[in-house]
């Protein structure tokens, strides 16, 4: 697979061969029995794979990460290949078109992504569309974002209007305040600038019949006390959890040649470079809070092994996004594979014997 990935990407460019992928998804998403193959051949569906986190049932804990379906465009056939939830977005509130091309490349020596795409979104408008449809049984989470363009100051207004339009479709909102690779200066890291992004969404959910979580999602680059910060103030409001961590922009021993890296430029690394970073951050929040509240956990998961330590960290979730792009379309049916391990097969069935 990292042979085919590695050719594709030479010969078409790293973001060219995704959205080759989100064509061919969008394409399974038109046809009900493509759907139904890629339920049957890639989907793990076992009772000791459920979750219930914050009101919602999982049906498994492996969530496609944000940036893969960025406009709500192929959440179906990703579930239909056995994720257990999907994280579209990030959404802002107008159409924008990121940072000029190329902007994705793969490192394949390092099993890694590094992008500096600046939340290309098509806009809310156009995500509507997608979400509006039926999609039962599918649990959709939607990350959102301010514009680029939108000062600082005004922030808070475009993420309550993707929050306020999107509400009913979504089951979750991941509120992105993470390393943002067009505007390095816009990354709100005070208690100030967070809460005045949150305060708006609290209060509009307030005043609504169902109720939706809104998580925090944080960078891997945060200071120790950043990340104490940011786990003290779900602890302090009505934040529900915390997602932790995007991509990195300090990636750490990379076996990628200077030359290579010289000629992609800058961005934020994704894949194994990740790995034990996110995973030091998951247990840091997990610490903190002792415990007490739900840690999507994302950042390097390329194999079980990955998953089952980020969830010995503390992580309640998991997400994958560049694991996906190496390992292939099965690879959320193999890493939930790998978390039905026969001690947790044998607490399923005595307590289906206790019900019975
Ligand atoms: C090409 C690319 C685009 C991404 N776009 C977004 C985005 O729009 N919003 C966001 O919150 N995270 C985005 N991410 C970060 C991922 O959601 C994830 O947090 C990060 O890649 C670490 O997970 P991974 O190592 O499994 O890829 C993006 C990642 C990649 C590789």
Redesign the pocket.
């Known amino acids: 697979m990292r042979r085919v990935l590695h050719i594709i990407s030479r010969l078409f460019g790293a973001e060219r061969a995704?959205s080759l992928s989100v064509l061919l998804l969008r394409i399974a998403d038109k046809i009900p029995t493509c759907k139904w193959f890629l339920r049957k051949f890639y989907a793990v569906e076992d009772k000791a794979l459920e979750r219930e986190v914050f009101g919602l049932r999982f049906p498994n804990p492996i969530g496609m990460?944000?940036?893969?379906d960025?406009n709500g465009e192929i959440f179906r056939p990703l579930s239909a290949l056995g994720f257990g939830f999907v994280?579209i977005?990030?959404v802002t509130p107008r159409p924008q078109q990121g940072n000029p091309k190329p902007r994705?490349f793969a490192l394949p020596e390092d099993c890694a992504?590094l992008?500096r795409?600046g939340?290309a979104s098509k806009g809310l408008e156009a995500v509507l569309e997608n979400v509006r449809k039926e999609h039962k049984g599918i649990i959709l989470g939607c990350?959102i974002?301010k514009n680029t363009v939108t000062p600082p100051e005004e922030a808070a207004m475009d993420y309550l209007r993707v929050f306020r339009n999107l509400y009913q479709y979504i089951d979750y909102f991941?509120v992105?305040v993470?390393y943002n690779t067009t505007h390095k200066q816009y990354v709100p890291r005070t208690r100030e600038s967070i809460m005045k992004i949150l305060e708006p969404l609290f209060d509009f959910r307030r005043g609504q019949n169902q109720y939706r979580p809104i998580l925090l999602?944080i960078s891997p680059d945060l200071t120790n006390e950043e990340i104490d910060l940011m786990t003290d103030i779900m602890v302090d409001t009505p934040l529900d959890g915390i997602i932790a961590?995007?991509?990195t922009t300090h990636p750490q021993g990379l076996k990628t040649s200077q030359e290579v890296l010289r000629k992609a430029g800058s961005g934020?690394v994704?894949?194994s470079p990740?790995t034990e970073r996110?995973i030091e951050v998951v247990r840091r929040v997990y610490e903190r809070c002792n415990g007490t509240y739900p840690i999507i956990g994302?950042?390097?998961?390329m194999t079980g092994e990955d998953v089952k330590r980020m969830m010995e960290a503390g992580a309640t979730l998991v997400?994958?996004?560049?694991?996906f792009v190496y390992n292939g379309l099965g690879f959320a049916g193999d890493l939930c594979k790998s978390l039905i391990t026969p001690e947790a097969a044998d607490a399923e069935n005595s307590s289906e014997t206790e019900k019975e």
């Open positions: 995704h990460a944000a940036g893969y960025r994280e977005g990030t994705v992504i992008n795409i939340l990350n974002g991941a992105n993470s999602k961590t995007n991509a934020a994704s894949g990740l996110s994302v950042g390097g998961l997400q994958t996004y560049t694991g």
